[in-house]
């Protein structure tokens, strides 16, 4: 019997029949909404019956927090391979964040602006919105640390501002991208990156630097 994922899941039990369960999912809950949608309705969407569902996933939460797991074990890999000897680590964060904002399918937005509605009350919901934040902010952290040691960055940049902004600017681009079909992404992404990399040498600084 393959193990069943409960509602403390983690990545390394994921099989092939999981991962095609959470593809079918997302589609579900960005066509349906989370709360409307159905075990039965993810079921059919997967191919199998809601008996054999429940054989993998418990519940909803259960395969919610499947996917967060598996969006924050992606990114953290990703992040694991920001390295200075590949390049400008903005030029790399750039990459990265455009791979997770821009080249992802739109309901990974729609779902992420659901989940994030749900954390307001559902604290299980609201423990995993924070381990994806904890990682993304750990990862950025990371190669902030990096560009400014190796002169990329200034070295009196205000990291807990600079990643305070570039967060906001990106659930900001999550929420557009959810809530407007006419979104245009490409534009934005060439907005949030810009700014990350003005407000990297500017904004961010210190006043006793700006002003020297």
């Given at each position: 019997m393959p193990p069943v994922v409960p509602a403390s899941s983690s990545e390394?039990?994921?099989?092939?029949?999981?991962?095609r369960i959470l593809d079918a999912a997302e589609r579900v809950f960005a066509r349906a909404g989370f709360h409307a949608a159905t075990m039965q309705d993810v079921a059919a969407?997967?191919?199998m019956s809601?008996?054999?569902l429940y054989r993998y996933f418990s519940s909803k939460d259960a395969i919610i927090e499947g996917m967060t797991e598996r969006d924050r074990s992606l990114i953290a890999e990703d992040f694991g391979k920001l390295c200075p000897k590949n390049g400008s680590l903005l030029d790399q964060l750039e990459e990265l964040g455009r791979k997770h904002l821009v080249l992802q399918p739109r309901e990974k937005a729609v779902i992420a602006l659901q989940i994030w509605a749900e954390a307001a009350r559902n604290p299980g919901m609201a423990r995993m919105c924070a381990d994806i934040e904890g990682t993304v902010i750990e990862g950025l952290a990371a190669a902030i640390s990096e560009a400014k040691a190796n002169g990329e960055l200034p070295p009196r940049l205000d990291e807990g501002r600079?990643?305070?902004?570039i967060s906001m600017m990106a659930d900001g681009f999550f929420c557009?991208?959810?809530i407007d079909q006419n979104f245009d992404t490409a534009m934005a992404?060439?907005?949030l990156?810009?700014?990350m990399r003005q407000l990297s040498q500017t904004m961010l600084l210190p006043e006793t630097e700006t002003q020297s």
């Open positions: 390394s039990v994921l099989t092939e029949r999981h991962i969407e997967a191919g809601p008996g054999n600079f990643l305070m902004a557009r991208r959810a992404a060439d907005t990156f810009t700014g």
